[in-house]
T-cell receptor, first 111, second 115 residues
């Protein structure tokens, strides 16, 4: 059974801080790992990491995948109050049609 | 506008009264899926569909039914709702039948309360 563990479960930082969110996983025949942002509504896609793409960056957000140690991190630099959300990590194995999600990390950015 | 729509967005019902939550996408996506989200448990997949007339169980299918008669629609049916099905439900879709090859687009969610 595929498994995703995110840490920390909750995090409070001040604007301007840099944060690192963690996602460790166990999946049969790893295919991809995805990060989503959820702000009191539907999750929105951030990044997808695969064997051929282990590092992604978009503005202040970046993510890396360590396939050997089976984890990924999501970095947010110079945090803003608009970054406050739940960040979800999901993984998928080859031959499976399912995504397995972690429980999420709730990030609160205070002014 | 490309989107996934769900109806209703909010529903309060009573135990045992059959209900259907509709999901529709206008992006010609092959893959569609239903999730429920509960505090402390995260997003869990209920059912998914790789294409028309092809559906399969996710991690928590008990008490739910689905159908995929048309590519754009994927309704979730609760034949006899119970209070433990009180949850926030999301429908999602992706272009290809293999959701690892591209992202899933989520609908706005349906908050269901079963009394």
């Amino acid at each position: 059974e595929d498994k995703v563990v995110q840490s920390p479960l909750s995090l409070v930082v001040h604007e301007g801080d840099t944060v690192t969110l963690n996602c460790s996983y166990e999946v049969t025949n790893f295919r991809s790992l995805l990060w989503y942002k959820q702000e009191k509504k539907a999750p929105t896609f951030l990044f997808m990491l695969t064997s051929s793409g282990i590092e992604k960056k978009s503005g202040r957000l970046s993510s890396i995948l360590d396939k050997k140690e089976l984890f990924s991190i999501l970095n947010i630099t110079a945090t803003q109050t608009g970054d406050s959300a739940v960040y979800l990590c999901a993984v998928k194995g080859a031959g499976s049609y399912q995504l397995t999600f972690g429980k999420g990390t709730k990030l609160s950015v205070i002014p | 506008e490309a989107q996934v729509t769900q109806n209703p967005r909010y529903l309060i019902t009573v135990t045992g009264k059959k209900l259907t939550v509709t999901c529709s996408q206008n992006m010609n996506h092959e893959y569609m899926s239903w999730y429920r989200q509960d505090p402390g448990l995260g997003l869990r997949q209920i059912y998914y569909s790789m294409n028309v007339e092809v559906t399969d169980k996710g991690d928590v299918p008990e008490g739910y039914k689905v159908s995929r008669k048309e590519k754009r629609n994927f309704p979730l049916i609760l034949e006899s709702p119970s209070p433990n099905q009180t949850s926030l439900y999301f429908c999602a879709s992706s272009l290809y039948s293999d959701p690892s090859t591209d992202t899933q687009y989520f609908g706005p969610g349906t908050r269901l309360t079963v009394l």
